[in-house]
């Protein structure tokens, strides 16, 4: 399946923004509205976020469904198979995303 | 007796009828004029002023949801806001069904607390997630899910 980089590196609406959670109904604060924003979040949010999100399978959905990059999102599914939690999954989590982002920047077209 | 409540004044007589009709709003006219001592035209006329002076907003059923087969959770919402945008988020909180009470309070800084009901908590994430957490100027929001009601009271009446 492509994938057109330009669409995965989009900014979207707030109301498709991803908003980060510590838990049921508690929001942080922080959001992001582009693969970009993702990345610095990742750095930033308390990692009880980043726990609760991957193991909803939060980021993989909107990876998919809002930004429409299947490929990261099934990184991402690996990454919470793997169970990794703490700062080894902000770490890896940071090292999926900002991979996937060179690669889309430098694809010419579309990437797979 | 009389007690003055924006700009209302309400003497013994009528506080005396909405006592009866916040206890049973199914109260006939002749129910509380016995009650009361009165004619029940007397009644009537009260109710009746009230009702226009918006004094009885409505009149309404207090269901069981759990007995009625129903599965809900109630939670309460304090969300921190951009002051500038405090009122604007508090009207579009007002506008969502789910949402049953909006309040603005103020302690350190002021919040908006919200009363919210979802059919279960991944409903009610998602309800804070996409129509609360993206309106503009909140900053954040803690939740806290209500797991048992001590006391349930819809206004206490005490003039």
């Known amino acids: ?112 | 007796m009389k007690i003055k409540g924006q700009g209302v004044s309400l003497d013994s007589l009528d506080w005396q009828v909405l006592k009866l009709l916040h206890e049973n709003a199914k109260f006939t006219y002749t129910e509380i004029g016995n009650k009361l001592d009165v004619a029940h035209s007397t009644v009537y006329d009260r109710i009746q002023r009230m009702e226009k002076q918006g004094i009885i907003k409505k009149y309404t059923a207090v269901v069981d949801l759990q007995k009625a087969g129903m599965q809900q959770i109630t939670a309460l919402m304090t969300i921190h806001t951009d002051p500038k945008e405090s009122e604007s988020i508090a009207s579009k909180l007002a506008e969502f069904p789910e949402v049953l009470e909006v309040s603005s309070s103020f302690s350190e800084e002021l919040v908006i607390n919200a009363k919210v009901v979802a059919q279960d908590q991944a409903k009610l994430h998602s309800f804070i997630a996409h129509s609360i957490a993206p309106l503009p100027g909140v900053l954040r929001i803690r939740t806290s899910i209500i797991t048992k009601c001590f006391k349930e009271e819809a206004s206490p009446l005490i003039p």
């Open chain 1, 1 to 112: 399946m492509t994938v057109s980089p330009s669409r995965v590196l989009r900014s979207v609406l707030r109301e498709e923004a991803f908003y980060f959670f510590t838990s049921i109904g508690n929001y942080t604060g922080q959001s992001a509205s582009s693969l970009d924003e993702f990345l610095q979040q990742i750095k930033e949010v308390n990692i009880k976020s980043l726990e609760f999100h991957l193991y909803r399978e939060d980021f993989e959905k909107w990876i998919a469904q809002t930004l429409g990059d299947a490929k990261l999102a099934e990184d991402i599914k690996s990454l919470r198979n793997m169970k990794v939690v703490g700062n080894a999954l902000r770490d890896r989590l940071y090292f999926l995303v900002s991979r996937r982002i060179k690669d889309l920047k430098i694809a010419p077209q579309a990437s797979k």
